[in-house]
């Protein structure tokens, strides 16, 4: 069983991002229903909740979590 410092450090942050971004499409799409949207925004809350948790608790550097300022691949 991994522990929570290893599922963070091997979390790969620019793909969470995409994925990320696909829920937010998916939550604002014309065949998604309100009650699907509300499940995706808590998914996308769940992980903003948990990068912010990541950055505030001193882990690593935000540029890394969020991407901040990086080209795919340079922040790794």
Not at 2 to 30: A, G
Not at 55 to 65: A, F, I, K, M, S
Request: proline share 1%; hydrophobic share 35%.
């Amino acid at each position: 069983m991994k522990n929570m410092l290893t599922v963070i450090n091997d979390t790969d942050y620019d793909l969470l991002w995409h994925q990320k971004m696909l829920l937010l499409e998916l939550r604002d799409s014309t065949k998604t229903t309100h009650d699907q949207g509300e499940l995706l925004n808590g998914l996308v809350h769940f992980l903003d909740a948990f990068q912010d948790a990541v950055v505030e608790d001193g882990t690593l550097p935000e540029q890394r979590v969020f991407g901040i300022g990086c080209n795919e691949g340079e922040c790794e």
